[in-house]
T-cell receptor, first 114, second 114 residues
Framework: AQTVTQSQPEMSVQEAETVTLSCTYD???????LFWYKQPPSRQMILVIR??????QNATENRFSVNFQKAAKSFSLKISDSQLGDAAMYFC???????????FGPGTRLSVLP | ETGVTQTPRHLVMGMTNKKSLKCEQH?????MYWYKQSAKKPLELMFV???????ENNSVPSRFSPECPNSSHLFLHLHTLQPEDSALYLC?????????????FGPGTRLLVL
């Protein structure tokens, strides 16, 4: 079974600075998807960024980018120019290409300091 | 904000009660999911429906009974729950079968079992 680990339960960053959230996963599969989801306090979970495992190029979405290291099974999220609205729980998730079972990590709570 | 709605948003029930959670998606997706989110635990996938057929059931106790009458609606029927079932229950949908594997989440139902 696949597992997803987020080793940082909490992180903080100064506004306008850059922060990196780590995620590692364990799988024997070669084809899969990886996601970062954001859950602001008392608000809905929304997708931040996604990465297909067959793509070598790291995904980027505006201020959000990932460092996908397939051999190391690592999928970190970098947030540049952090904003107060970035404060949330961030979940890393894995989805096999062969089923519909999403596996989520335990989450990292990010605080943004003014 | 969302194409996935959930009702009720909050629910308090006794252990002998029967209640139902409702989820509706307005995105034209064909897959729907129930998740349980407990404090300090990773998001747990409970059930998956694809084209109204249940494709995943992750060892969920029988006191939780899902129903998917069509691709837009998903219910979770609850009966004789335990206090440890208190959690945030999230519904999600996705367009499975294509490259759009992203899940879109509803706001959740916060359940308290007394």
């Amino acid at each position: 079974a696949q597992t997803v680990t987020q080793s940082q339960p909490e992180m903080s960053v100064q506004e306008a600075e850059t922060v990196t959230l780590s995620c590692t996963y364990d799988t024997s599969e070669s084809d899969y998807y990886l996601f970062w989801y954001k859950q602001p306090p008392s608000r809905q979970m929304i997708l931040v960024i996604r990465q297909e495992a067959y793509k070598q190029q790291n995904a980027t979405e505006n201020r959000f980018s990932v460092n996908f290291q397939k051999a190391a099974k690592s999928f970190s999220l970098k947030i540049s120019d952090s904003q107060l609205g970035d404060a949330a729980m961030y979940f890393c998730a894995y989805r096999s290409n062969y089923g519909q079972n999403f596996v989520f990590g335990p989450g990292t709570r990010l605080s943004v300091l003014p | 904000e969302t194409g996935v709605t959930q009702t009720p948003r909050h629910l308090v029930m006794g252990m002998t009660n029967k209640k139902s959670l409702k989820c509706e998606q307005h995105l034209g997706h064909n897959a729907m999911y129930w998740y349980k989110q407990s404090a300090k635990k990773p998001l747990e996938l409970m059930f998956v429906y694809n084209f109204k057929e249940q494709t995943e059931n992750n060892s969920v106790p029988s006191r939780f009974s899902p129903e998917c009458p069509n691709s837009s609606h998903l219910f979770l029927h609850l009966h004789t729950l335990q206090p440890e079932d208190s959690a945030l229950y999230l519904c999600a949908s996705s367009q499975d079968g294509q490259f759009q594997e992203t899940q879109y989440f509803g706001p959740g139902t916060r359940l308290l079992v007394l």
